[in-house]
């Protein structure tokens, strides 16, 4: 009698979801995506709106020290690095370039060409997809789906030989990472999730008002540490600061808040000048208006705007002290937006409850890849370069389990 190909569910039609599903599609064993949005890659094409930045260029040793914990990450990173991710792509036909900022893209930018590519390859070699298709709950090896279709919701309930949990984390619950499966798992196997990549809320007076949506450009931040400091955009919003410049900072800014109980972050408004040629041309045009000066050292309206809103009154007849200011902006921010505004999140499933292999120690039909794992990563590509080693390393970990051999 011959016996019947293993099963394996993955749930998630995410980046790591669809990467377990692309090493096991070479393998024999039967492979379905179930996947409760109307279609896959929900997150990736959104990232995708304005280029997918698929990775990032820089050394590795670089590249690791941005996850936390990297420790834990290093070696799946390593393993499957931002050269490799570059050779992958390539294999589906998507040629990359690296951007002045190091960033690394599809040439054609978007999302959509990369994932419809990814897509069609899988079903090729056998995945099957199923949307519309929520996980309630998992007993064991068995999974109770809630299915959707039109206004009528059946449900059913299936045994698989092996069961990869790629749900995402708690961020963007149009797009389908709900958080709904940390209802799966014990107290001591997650860590709460918390909002990353995310913008902080301060409340602006109505001075600002006509500035909102615009860019401080070329502005360094930090915060705590000078040495720290980070160099970019941010964009002033309606509710606070957002900004890639705001998200990389989004770390030291939580452990600012639980120290001090507000944020609190330092603005270079003018790197390019030293503090002491600020005051010289200070000094030269005494007799100026600070207006004037302002703009005689190049600061842009919307910074002017927030040296006045972030500085009082009493300083600005004193040059010396506003240019002090320019130099080292101090502004106090009450908190982060809510965890659904977010890029991604932290927290999760924890690494002790789980094998290097993403297999959890406590049941090993089960595994555990991508944003629903405890660790966090800046944009920039760090994110999805993450999710996509950890598909790689879950993936093998399942042939491994189920000692599978190639089609």
């Not at 279609?39 to 997918?52: E, F, M, N, P």
Request: hydrophobic share 40%; glycine share 10%.
């Amino acid at each position: 009698m011959i016996n019947a190909p293993k099963t394996v569910a993955i749930i998630g039609a995410g980046a790591s979801g669809l990467m377990v599903a692309d090493v096991l599609s070479r393998y024999d064993v039967r492979v379905a995506v179930y996947e409760q949005m109307p279609s896959a890659g929900r997150k990736i094409l959104w990232a995708g709106k304005t280029g997918l930045n698929v990775t990032h260029s820089e050394p590795m040793s670089e590249f690791v020290a941005r996850y936390t914990p990297s420790d834990w990450l290093a070696p799946m990173l390593y393993r499957y690095d931002n050269q490799w991710l570059r050779g992958w792509l390539g294999e589906l036909g998507i040629k990359t370039f690296v951007g002045s900022s190091g960033r690394v893209f599809p040439i054609e930018m978007k999302a959509s060409k990369f994932l419809r590519a990814w897509l069609q390859r899988l079903g090729s070699q056998g995945v099957q997809f199923f949307y519309r298709h929520a996980c309630e709950k998992i007993d064991g090896n068995a999974i109770t789906f809630n299915v959707q279709n039109n206004d009528n919701i059946t449900r059913f309930t299936q045994s698989f030989d092996v069961i990869v949990l790629a749900c995402g984390g708690g961020s963007y619950r149009r797009l389908g990472s709900d958080g709904v499966w940390q209802a799966w798992f014990g107290a001591d196997e997650l860590m709460p999730l918390y909002a990353s990549n995310v913008g902080v809320v301060r409340q602006w007076s109505a001075f600002m008002q006509d500035y909102f949506g615009q860019a401080l450009k070329g502005v360094r931040l930090w915060v705590g540490d000078r040495q720290n400091a980070k160099q970019g955009d941010i964009v002033l919003s309606h509710y606070g600061f957002e900004g890639g410049l705001i998200y990389q900072a989004n770390r030291a800014m939580r452990q600012c808040l639980a120290d001090k109980g507000e944020i609190e972050l330092w603005l270079d408004l003018l790197p390019d000048k030293q503090l002491k040629d600020i005051v010289q041309i200070f000094h030269k045009n005494r007799k100026q208006s600070l207006s004037n000066l302002f703009r005689k050292l190049g600061l842009d309206p919307l910074k002017i705007a927030l040296l006045r809103e972030c500085t009082p009154k009493s300083d600005w007849q004193d040059k010396t002290i506003m240019a002090n200011h320019i130099k080292a902006l101090h502004i106090s921010f009450d908190g982060f937006r809510p965890i659904d505004e977010a890029i991604s999140t932290g927290g999760g499933v924890v690494r002790d409850c789980l094998t290097d292999s993403l297999q959890l120690k406590r049941d090993k039909r089960i595994f555990c890849v991508g944003e629903m794992l405890d660790f966090d990563a800046p944009t920039g590509g760090y994110l999805l370069t993450a999710c996509f080693a950890m598909g790689q390393v879950a993936g093998h970990g399942v042939v491994d389990f189920l000692t599978l051999i190639k089609k």
